[in-house]
Structures are given as C-alpha cells and as structure tokens.
C-alpha cells in the first residue's frame, strides 16, 4: 500500500508550521519547503549565484538577504515569478529526494505557495485561518503591517487555496480545536481514498 502524503498549504500566517508540529507528533515525517528556500538561496548553492546576480541589491556580506529580497520581489509580481523560476526546479528536486528517504512512513510537506512543488497525487489539505488571527501571528514573529500586508496581497486568496483543497482544517480556534481537526482529517483519509481534483471543498465556514 503506498505510504500516505500529504501537501499543507495555506495563507502566511495561518497556523502550517503548528499543523506540522501536530503532525509529526503523530508519527509523520514533515518537512517546511521554506527551510528548502534558505537552503537554496545559502552562500554555495548555484541557485543562490543565480538570484545574486539577477538581484545585487539584495546581496549583504556576499550572501543573498532574504529579508532584502522579499521586499523587492513581493512587490512585484513580475520579479516574484523571475525568482520562482530560479527556485522553484530546485526546491522540486530537494522534495522528491526527501519523501524517497521517508520511505514507508506517512509524510506531510508545508508549501506556502499553490505551486505544485510536491508530486501532483498528493493529498492536499488547507489550513484555514481569519485574516485578523493570522495578522496577530505574523506580528508575533516580528514582521510589521507593511511586510505583512505586502506577502498578503502577493499570495492566493483564501477562496484559492480551499479551491485548491481535498481537505479543510479549521484553524480558527485553539490549539486543542486544531487538534481535533487533525485527527477528523487523518481519520477521513485512513477511511478511504480521496481524490485529488482539486474541486472547492465543503466546509462549515
């Protein structure tokens, strides 16, 4: 029986990084491809030469500033999708690698992007969250309106990412509602196949 792989996606701010927490608690192998976007874009990487060149102005100390770069390029959709085509192949490359380690366990996969970065079979469950609990998150970790603002309106709308959705966790709540959430998914999922054609999903919100 193929091992179970799961894509997380959702909005900046919406609770992955906590749903991948709760997840591996759960026996999952779970990787963030945000750690894979640092991991390209570090001194060494060809990628990293590549987006220096293109962009000097974001180059401190010869290493590509990640903060630097962000502004620059999520104001401009057209830069933005110039450094997706830099990054993107390689992050591909690095997440097809690490599900083959993961071998028979089930694996999840947080993406921040509707990009389809993990092999398209995978299951892809959204987390969903208020903007305004998700504005509070991001200024918990030091981030001011302007940037939040500027990688919101830059990302997909909610209706894009349950439209993109074979499942919806509600992450409205706390982390004890989060949890249960979790477990109706892994239940749904070990009940029986789900499909993957992306269909808008039925939700209570």
Sequence with gaps: MRPLRVVVIG????????????????????LDADHLGHEVLAAGHPVAAQVAERWPEAVVDGKVDRGLLGRIVFDDPSALAELEALTHPAIRRLIERWATGAGARPAAVQIPLLKELADPSWVRVAVDAPGESRRRRLRQRGMSDRDIDARMVAQPSREDWLSRADLVLDNSGTKRSLAAEIDRVLGSLTAGPTTTSHQPPATSH
């Design 11 to 30: 909005g900046i701010g919406s609770g992955k990084s906590e749903v991948g927490r709760m997840l591996a608690e759960r026996g999952f192998a779970v």
